[in-house]
């Protein structure tokens, strides 16, 4: 195996002991390469030892040396070094098979990647691991993991993932807990599935791996209307919600009895879902899970708050603005506002639920949101003077909808100016009040 040199830059040690684009990059220290964890493991040292092939297959090996955690300076195509590892299941919960056609092609790439777990925070199955990819992950002390578990029935797990080494990959997350490798689940929730007696199992399965296993969400599975032919799956319930979130609070408050620490927490869904309070920021110990929407709104109340107990009081400034979110972040969004008013005087806040026309009426959060719905449901409505949307409604380069539509496009087919606000309290206080 080798990898492509596609540039050197100017300047860097690599330049200067003439490692030239278009060689391919063998080995550091005797050490295979093959991609970026890789890469990144072996540069550390101070003294380097490159093997290199050029265009006509003569090998050479050159010795260099630096700083420790200086990079040489050899660029390749991609940032993993490699094509990105794509998924080999066909879970019957799969959000991108319930998408509808014509969005943008990257939309529907599904990956399960190790590599993106360890760098970006992404969810991988185990089911795409090699034998040399487990004990790379062990022998290189990579940590945080980040694994959707589902369930820790193996038959149950083959049949939700319609993959035949779905059970036996568990074998994996037992291997990593064991070596000490730090842990974060999931368990995308199905009713009649996983949940019930099998959500419990797998919870306690889970807790006999702490503390490796730091830290585990369970959230619902995601419906969109676009299910023709596929696993006929339904949204819980406003019973269900409340029986899941006891059976995992009745958990949490056990192992936090044995282990100082509850494991195990419900996505804010489950609490709107089940008309339950959001529980307070202590609740979820640092927020371990926030990526995976679990503590969002507790997190977001206590930045609110901390910036409107700063804020000066003798603002009394005239403001007039308005906020699209989504069906479950309404009514926070709505009582927030409603805060703000009350502390200047004369602002006027109007917060609108935009329904997801899109994906269909079970899809409530806001990072779903389109711009097309947006502009259907908002045009001739009152927005003053800008109109505030959060920024997980756009993708990560913050400029452009699920649906391709710019905040631009909103702005001019509204007549306001559009403005991203962070996905943080505070800065929506500010947005608010015209900071």
């Known amino acids: 195996m080798s990898v492509l040199i596609s540039d050197v830059e100017r300047g860097s040690i690599a330049e200067r002991h003439g490692i030239r684009a278009g060689e391919k990059l063998l ?33 050479r090996t050159v010795s260099l040396r630096k700083k420790e955690y200086d990079d040489p ?32 092609g990257s939309l529907y790439f599904k990956d399960d990647d190790e590599r993106l777990s360890f760098l970006m925070g992404n969810y991988i199955t185990l089911t795409n691991l090699s034998e040399r990819e ?22 149950l797990r083959v049949r939700m993932m319609n993959n ?17 490798t730090r842990i974060n689940c999931q368990i995308v929730l199905c009713r009649g599935y996983n949940d019930g007696v099998e959500l419990e199992r797998t919870m306690r399965d889970l807790g006999d791996m702490y503390p490796s296993v730091g830290s585990v969400a369970v959230v619902p599975v995601g419906l ?8 006929g799956l339904e949204p819980f319930s406003g019973d269900d919600a409340r029986k899941v979130v006891g059976q995992i609070e009745t958990f949490g408050d056990e192992f936090l009895k044995k282990h100082g620490t509850r494991l195990v927490y419900p996505a804010d869904e489950f609490y709107l879902k089940a008309g339950k309070m959001i529980p307070d920021e202590d609740f979820y110990e640092g927020f371990a899970q926030i990526e995976n929407g679990v503590g969002m709104i507790s997190m977001f109340r206590g930045e609110f708050e901390s910036a409107r107990m700063s804020a000066p009081r003798e603002d009394k400034r005239v403001r007039s603005v308005s906020v699209a979110t989504g069906v479950a972040a309404y009514p926070l969004i709505s009582s927030l506002a409603e805060t703000a008013a009350g502390d200047i005087a004369k602002l006027d806040c109007k917060v609108y639920a935009i329904n997801n026309e899109l994906f269909g009426e079970n899809i409530t959060v806001a990072g ?68």
């Open 368 to 435: 779903l949101v389109t711009g097309q719905d947006i502009i259907k449901q908002l045009r001739g409505r009152s927005l003053g003077s800008e109109l505030l949307i959060p920024e997980n409604m756009l993708r990560s380069q913050g400029d452009m909808f699920l649906d391709d539509t710019t905040p631009d496009d909103v702005g001019q087919a509204l007549g306001v100016r559009v403005r991203t606000v962070a996905n943080d309290g505070g800065e929506f206080f500010d947005a608010l009040v015209g900071q």
């Open 134 to 155: 487990v004990s790379r992950i062990i022998d290189m002390h990579l940590s945080p993991v980040n694994i959707s578990v589902h369930t820790t029935n193996p038959d």
């Open 164 to 180: 035949n080494r779905a059970g036996e990959a568990l074998g994996i997350l037992r291997r990593l807990a064991d070596a000490g």
């Open 224 to 231: 969109t209307r676009y299910r023709e032919g596929l696993c």
């Open 73 to 104: 300076g050899l660029c390749f195509d991609t940032y993993l070094i490699d094509k990105k590892h794509s998924c080999r299941n066909h879970c019957i919960f799969c959000f991108i098979d319930q998408l509808p056609k014509g969005l943008r």
């Open 27 to 59: 080995a550091i220290n005797g050490h295979e390469i093959i991609d970026v964890l890789d890469y990144r493991f072996y540069i550390v040292d101070t003294h380097l030892k490159l093997e290199l092939e050029d265009a006509r297959g003569e090998a």
